[in-house]
Every structure is written in structure tokens, then in C-alpha cells.
């Protein structure tokens, strides 16, 4: 595949594409991978992190190199804009608008058991109060929604539960999760770990409620997750 087209050998049609989170490991790498290999305008947001302030506006490491020396061959293609959602700064909402697509990675997801037991509220907030207005604000405009998750939000299979000698256990039909069929079963309330999944599912079904063609629903998968921080 040529930069610049697509896998059928076609040239790509620029489009501007609104990414929130981009200063994480999946968003910085998505930048990076847009401004390289096509012709598209992306416009970063990320929150504020006083711990990595910069000389260009506090935006994280993770996409600092993609955003100087300001004579890189994508120039102008590349936007950064510190704005939390969590402070209610609507600025977001003229972005999305401005924007062909949405893309959501903002997320809490700790995967260290300790963490996940000590950031609940934090995960709740981040990952379905936070994304609330996002998805409000792409339906009411009718602009097309990526939401990123992860296979958390499946929950266990209903193998897990049974006894280990019980031979249903063998059976695919109880221990494989499938997307359209899992009955997503997570834990008990005193049981935090769950905080997250049950967050990410809730953004899913809101997604799912608003019902039209224009909003997207991505999981992705992390099978080592325990070195990475989303």
C-alpha cells in the first residue's frame, strides 16, 4: 500500500478527524501513523498534565516529537488543544463539529489490580461521565463516532462460575465470549475491579441507544495490557 491510498490501491480523501485522548499510547501512535501515511488533519485534544508541562503548552511527551520542529512535512495537519471535558470546557464541542470524525481514547484503565482498587471514581468519571457529552454531541450533529474500549467489557464467562470438575466447563458455549452474544457478567458492587468495565459498558449501550448508522463501536484488545497505561 502507497502512502497515501488505501488497501484497494485508491487515493485517500483527506478528512479532518477530531481525536480525544490523542496524547495516550494508542492516540500518539495513531497520530503519528495519520500524519505518515495520509493526507488527513488531525485535531488533538488531551488534558492538562502539570506533571509533563512543555514549552508547547503542556501537551504529553507521547506526541510532543510529532508536534516540533514545526517545519515537519505534515505542517498545519497536526492541531493540539489542552481541553478537559471534566472541567466542563465546551471547546470540544466546536472541534467535533469542525470535524468529518470522532475519535474517543480518553479512558482510565489501570490494569494493576492496587490501582484499580484506589481510582474508582476516577475510572466511572472518566469512562462513561466524560463520554457522555462526546456522544451527545456527535449525535445531535450527525458526525460518525470511534469509540475505543476493551474486552473487559464482556465481563466472565459463565464457565468461570461453575465448578471446576463440571464439564460444561468444556463447552465453547460457556467458556468463549462472543461479542453479540456475551451476557457480560461482572462482579459483585463491593468487587471495584469491575469499575471499569462496567463504565466502558455503559458508554457502549448509550452508544447503542442513540441507533444510527453514523456512530461506530471499536473494542480494542490489549493482550499486555499490564505495561501499558491507556
Known amino acids: 500500500m502507497a502512502k ?36 488527513h488533519t488531525v485535531l488533538a485534544l488531551d488534558v492538562y498534565d502539570e506533571d509533563k508541562i512543555s514549552a508547547l503548552d503542556g501537551y504529553d511527551d507521547k506526541i510532543k516529537h510529532l508536534l516540533e520542529p514545526y517545519t515537519v512535512e505534515w505542517k498545519g495537519r497536526l492541531q493540539f488543544h489542552r481541553i478537559n471535558i471534566k472541567d466542563g470546557d465546551s471547546r470540544f464541542e466546536e472541534l467535533i463539529k469542525k470535524a468529518d470524525l470522532t475519535i474517543n481514547l480518553a479512558a482510565t484503565c489501570t490494569p494493576a489490580p492496587a490501582e484499580r482498587n484506589t481510582r474508582t471514581r476516577d475510572t466511572i468519571y472518566s469512562n462513561f461521565m466524560d463520554a457522555v457529552p462526546i456522544v451527545k454531541c456527535c449525535s445531535e450533529n450527525k458526525k460518525r463516532l470511534i469509540h475505543f474500549s476493551t474486552s473487559d467489557v464482556y465481563g466472565e464467562t459463565i464457565g468461570s462460575y461453575l465448578p471446576k470438575d463440571d464439564p460444561l466447563r468444556e463447552d465453547t458455549s460457556f467458556s468463549v465470549l462472543k461479542e453479540d452474544m456475551s451476557p457480560c457478567i461482572l462482579g459483585s ?19 447503542y441507544g442513540e441507533h444510527f448508522c453514523l456512530l461506530d463501536n471499536i473494542r480494542i484488545i490489549n493482550v499486555s495490557l499490564a505495561k501499558k497505561e491507556l
Open 189 to 207: 458492587i463491593g468487587n471495584i475491579r469491575w469499575a471499569y468495565a462496567c463504565a466502558q459498558q455503559l458508554t457502549e449501550r448509550l452508544i
Open 4 to 39: 497515501g491510498e488505501d488497501l484497494d490501491g485508491r487515493p485517500i480523501k483527506p478528512i479532518t478527524i477530531c481525536m480525544i485522548g490523542a496524547g495516550g499510547f494508542i492516540g500518539s501512535h495513531l497520530c503519528e501513523k495519520l500524519m505518515k501515511e495520509t493526507p
